[in-house]
């Protein structure tokens, strides 16, 4: 009875590792008496969600009979044929499924051979497919509200953002906005950076965005938010750079007390009234009205404010006009400021009033001033500040701290 035992389990054996031994190409059973043979199945399948859209991808059989692949879903009622002879199972091939519906779907893979033998099934379930709904529920990635940006030191226009939450897998988000050559330029803003520069942005224009997601981060289709949304409006203005800022001395212009008080004071980037000597301060040599000059280094399309710092103590303009001009040749006046012709002779010389500015308080303090807008504005270089009464009644000496400068970039 052992022997028989014995025997048999060596049988079982024997027979199980035989089968063992046979490779998914050579996998037969029989029906009715008929030899049936079952191609090998694909390895490692998996999915790739998309806009109305799937990707099924799997590594093929070794099996060198396998001439193509039908993929079936929605029990069977749709089906796909992918013909491939590719064998090699380090290689993936990748079968995009496409009009289907927003929906979770199964699929079921099967491999045929010439005869029209097919493998046993692969499903590849829970594949998720995206489209309007999905679409609808985005929104663009968020603006700093608190500091949207503005212009940067070298006059381009910086944007800000909120940081972008990475679950929602945004891509980048599309920057409208019109050139300087007025062509409509996108430019894109990625997701782990918080700004934009534009180098090129024509001031004054408008500018839109619009983010762009991915649903997962191996995604086929990138989606867009529905519409565009207006970034506020920028500035357009800048300070006029006082690196570029020369004395100059017209015919009759006021001269410095002394050579601590020249007129470059007024452009040192001092803050606040400051004391002497660190101030512009005239020789009192004459009486008021009084003119100074300067250069400003560059032309600018049109100046748009004023900042005036008075001296901390006394003698500081209350009353004073702001003239310019884009070019001194032949424009330079012959007569006083303080003579009744002045004002028709600077004019007819081509010089063009801006402002004048009257203060009501000691002139100490730091007053901005708009200038007038003008449809025309004037191009200007050379700035000539002609000062006609201080608020302390000194009618000989004038002192001012600092000035400052903004123009328009439009």
């Not at 002394?258 to 040599?285: A, K, V």
């Not at 003579?339 to 801006?354: N, R």
Request: glycine share 6%; proline share 5%; hydrophobic share 35%.
């Amino acid at each position: 009875m052992k022997n028989i035992v014995r025997i048999a389990a060596f049988c079982l054996l024997g027979y199980l590792l035989y089968g063992c031994s046979k490779q998914d190409t050579q996998f037969e059973s029989y029906l009715n008496g008929h030899e049936v043979k079952y191609p090998g199945t694909v390895a490692n399948a998996h999915s790739r969600p998309g806009n109305l859209r799937a990707a099924l991808t799997w590594n093929p059989s070794s099996d060198p009979s396998i001439t193509r692949y039908v993929i079936y879903w929605n029990n069977k009622a749709d089906s796909l044929i992918y013909t491939s002879t590719n064998h090699n199972p380090s290689d993936s091939l990748t079968v995009v499924i496409p009009n289907l519906n927003e929906y979770i779907y199964s699929f079921t893979v099967f491999s045929y051979d010439a005869k029209g033998n097919r493998s046993i099934p692969l499903d590849i379930n829970n594949v998720r497919v995206y489209g309007p709904i999905y679409q609808s529920g985005l929104s663009n990635r968020g603006y700093d509200v608190t500091n949207p940006g503005g212009l940067t030191a070298d006059g381009r226009f910086r944007l800000n953002f909120v940081k972008v939450d990475t679950s929602l897998h945004n891509t980048f988000t599309d920057i409208q906005y019109t050139n300087k050559a007025g062509a409509v330029t996108i430019g894109k803003l990625s997701p782990d950076s918080s700004a934009i520069v534009l180098s090129d942005y024509k001031a004054g224009t408008d500018i839109q965005f619009r983010s762009a997601f991915k649903p997962a981060v191996n995604a086929l289709d990138t989606f867009y938010v529905d519409s565009y949304e207006k970034f506020p409006l920028l500035p357009t203005t800048l300070i006029c750079d006082k690196n570029l800022f020369r004395k100059v001395y017209l015919t009759n212009d006021a001269k410095p007390y002394e050579g601590d008080t020249d007129i470059d004071r007024l452009w040192d980037n001092s803050n606040g009234p400051q004391g002497y000597p660190n101030i512009f301060h005239t020789d009192g040599n004459g009486s008021l009205p009084i003119v100074i000059t300067f250069d400003m280094g560059v032309i600018y399309k049109g100046l748009t404010a004023i900042e005036e710092t008075g001296r901390n103590c006394c003698h500081n303009p209350d009353d004073f006009e702001v003239w310019a001009i884009a070019d001194t040749t032949n424009a330079v006046t012959k007569l006083k400021a303080n003579d009744a012709g002045w004002t028709a002779e600077a004019t007819a010389k081509g010089w063009k009033l801006l402002k004048e500015i009257k203060r009501t308080d000691d002139g100490s303090a730091s007053l901005k001033v708009n200038f007038d807008p003008t449809p025309n504005p004037t191009p200007v270089r050379f700035i000539r500040i002609r000062v006609k009464h201080n608020s302390d009644n000194d009618g000989s000496y004038t002192n001012m701290s600092e000035l400052t400068f903004w123009h328009s970039l439009l």
